[in-house]
């Protein structure tokens, strides 16, 4: 695993944070060492997909990003119709997923049906396997059949006017009791709440050997690129879309996970 050192020195400049090569090449070291319980989230998407997936329905991974949850769910998914649809707009990050995912002897079966709906598109990336690999944005896919969504921090990095429409486009192609499982950075409208976990999250971060300087540098990056939400919105939100039921399962300082059922 590469060592995540992008920001360990002083940069001149700082851009927008972007899933490019540099990032997609120590991005497992980096997610690790920068989202509290990562691991524990992908392993429950696995054992949440294996429990709410439908025979003959497919899997969407919106936002995939190295193709962890897809592999999760490869894993803990027990049916000869498997199909997962992995979605970026990264095509640096679904690079190094296609070739992680050839690593992989659970994701290396051919898969046996072509999946209707999803546009062609010249820069997808596909694979012989039970993962689909699709370079698009996700706001073009067109969700269908599915029994399972997985969103794990994704819909922090959409324009927040753009969130509504996507859900219900999520909740429209989703099948009855399917579910979506969406992980989040929170925000919180008490500031001394607020602080409080900022603080928690950079000790975590301080524990895993980033400095003051990374954790400051990779900060300014972000802050006009991951645009956090509140608890409440985010149930809010899902709930307008149409789910029926709204839970959080998961939150270690201000990083959190939900499911919504249709």
């Not at 679904?94 to 046996?112: M, V």
Request: with cysteine; net charge negative.
């Amino acid at each position: 695993m590469t060592s995540d050192t992008l920001y360990a020195q002083a940069l001149e400049q700082l851009v927008d944070f972007n899933f490019d090569e540099k990032v997609a090449n120590v991005f497992p070291d980096m997610i690790q060492r920068s989202v509290p319980g990562y691991a524990s989230i992908v392993a429950m998407t696995g054992i949440l997909a294996a429990e709410f997936y439908q025979k003959d329905s497919y899997c969407y991974d919106l936002g995939c990003s190295l193709g962890a949850a897809s592999l999760s769910m490869a894993r803990a998914i027990e049916d000869e119709t498997l199909h997962i649809i992995a979605v970026d707009n990264s095509s640096a990050m679904l690079e190094k997923a296609q070739h992680l995912l050839l690593l992989s002897k659970r994701a290396t079966k051919r898969a046996t049906k072509r999946i209707p709906d999803v546009p062609e598109n010249e820069n997808a990336h596909y694979n012989e396997s039970v993962i689909e690999l699709i370079c698009d944005d996700i706001n073009d896919i067109k969700i269908s059949n599915a029994s399972v969504v997985v969103m794990n921090f994704t819909l922090q990095f959409i324009a927040p006017e753009q969130r509504a429409k996507l859900l219900q486009n999520i909740y429209q192609g989703m099948k009855k009791d399917g579910i979506l499982i969406l992980s989040e950075k929170l925000n919180y409208n008490d500031k001394s709440q607020q602080q409080l976990l900022i603080d928690m999250h950079h000790f975590f971060k301080k524990a895993n050997g980033y400095s003051q300087l990374e954790i400051s540098q990779k900060r300014q990056t972000l802050e006009n690129v991951l645009i956090p939400e509140t608890l409440e919105q985010h149930k809010e939100r899902l709930n307008r879309a149409g789910f029926k039921q709204v839970e959080q399962w998961f939150q270690c300082f201000n990083f959190s996970s939900f499911i919504a059922i249709k």
